[in-house]
């Protein structure tokens, strides 16, 4: 006869320690509530330092906020000191989701917009999933990292030339680190969302070409912060254990959709 299976066990996120980059934003906001609803300590963290402070305090015990600038290698090392301080040991969950974007036409795109946005999107969580598995490589600590990728890292869209390449490179960097840092115990995976309202996009999305691409999507919606919230539980947890260089996609069905 089969034990039976602790479904709420496989999910949960006691004794865990998480930091959530572009915390200060509607998504990473989201997934410190979720992760921190799930039992863990969270560190939010962001350049906009009374939104991280704000949500901390709405959060309550077990999370703080730190000032990070994921262009900066000696700010990481300092949010990740003061995460540590702050928590009482290496955090083991790092959700990579600080980003930005750009829109112009491809011809009018400048190489500062193309830089800023590599600089943010692709770099920044080099830099920050390098940081974070260096410090858990040194504990002998398994961890999960989950690096915010996109659908647009597969499909394109007008205007974003920085943000398309950016994500694709985050899709392949994803399965690097997982070939990598498998030995060390740690998990990497991506979230790819499909469109989601957020301060990038508000604008676009209520334009007319927005609403025709709404309409390409099979559920025809957008999606919501809280559609990734399982998506985000299963990688961080037990339940997805032997998930390692994985993308979980979570579209509407927009990137099966030939149109």
Not at 16 to 34: D, E, K, M, N, Q
Not at 213 to 219: D, G, L, S
Request: charged residues 15%; aromatic residues 4%.
């Amino acid at each position: 006869m089969e034990t039976p299976l602790d479904i709420a066990g496989l999910f949960t996120l006691k004794g865990r320690r998480a930091f959530v980059t572009g915390a200060s934003g509607v998504l990473g906001a989201h997934f410190a509530r979720v992760l921190h609803g799930a039992g863990a300590q969270v560190v939010l963290a962001a350049r906009r330092r009374e939104a991280t402070a704000a949500l901390a305090a709405e959060l309550g015990a077990g999370a703080a906020a730190v000032p990070l600038d994921v262009t900066d290698p000696s700010s990481i090392a300092a949010a990740f000191d003061a995460a540590e301080a702050a928590l009482g040991g290496p955090c083991d969950i790092l959700v990579n989701n600080a980003g930005i974007a750009v829109t112009k036409p491809f011809l009018q795109q400048g190489a500062e917009d193309w830089d800023g946005v590599m600089a943010v999107n692709l770099r920044g969580c080099f830099l920050v999933g390098q940081q974070a598995a260096r410090r858990l490589a040194a504990a002998k600590q398994p961890g999960s990292v989950i690096n915010i990728a996109s659908v647009l890292g597969e499909r394109i869209i007008p205007g974003v030339a920085g943000y398309t390449a950016a994500k694709a490179g985050l899709l392949h960097l994803t399965r690097q680190m997982a070939v990598e840092l498998a030995r060390f115990s740690i998990r990497v995976n991506a979230i790819a969302p499909g469109y989601v309202a957020t301060d990038l996009n508000r604008d676009y999305f209520a334009s007319e070409a927005g609403q025709a691409m709404i309409r390409r999507i099979p559920q025809r919606r957008l999606g919501s912060p809280a559609d990734l919230t399982g998506a985000l539980l299963l990688l961080a947890s037990d339940a997805g254990a032997h998930m390692t260089g994985a993308t979980v996609t979570v579209d509407g069905g927009h990137s099966v959709n030939p149109l």
